[in-house]
């Protein structure tokens, strides 16, 4: 199944948020829900990998308007001036209104960046390869969930796949 149809569920955005939460040491509290994942999620992010935020971000959104138009400001800002790849398929508009690939999409790219701001051979690094690699690492560990039942859902990533790629820190907690 190509990654472009492979269906991505809420739990695991909630589960990647937090990984990325805790692995960034961002002060914000863990995500309960896919509704918890919010503009301060990334802007919390975008601030401490690259210690500062692009022109136009509403320090304190009121509404979800201003939501959309932070989360939109940092697609825009990753795209034109950090990575430098097209990332129209991801809105701020589908993020905030909880849209899981979209969100998936944006946590990806930030586990990736993570990784190449963590990398000890920062010039052989490839934010392409890595997400590949984080991809790959999706479709390849099977759940404890999976072991137990003989199967899973053939649309659904694994439940304990980590794009952030640390296989000694695998979560052996139950599925959320």
Known sequence: MSESTKKIRKK????????????????IPRVTSIDGIRSNL?????????????????DDPAST???IANVQAIINHL??????????????AEVIAGEPRAIYNLLEIFCGLHKYLSS?????????ESLSEANSELSSQPSSEESAEGGRDQDAPPVDADPLGDPAEQDSSPPL
């Open 120 to 128: 000890t051979s920062i010039g052989q690094w490839n934010l392409e």
């Open 79 to 92: 795209a034109l001036d950090l990575i430098h790849i097209d990332l129209s398929h991801i809105s701020g």
């Open 65 to 67: 308007e201003d939501e």
């Open 42 to 58: 990334f802007t919390s992010l975008l601030q401490v990998l690259y210690h500062r935020l692009p022109e136009g971000i509403i």
């Open 12 to 27: 695991d955005c909630v589960k990647l948020s937090n990984k990325i939460i805790e692995r960034c040491k961002l002060p």
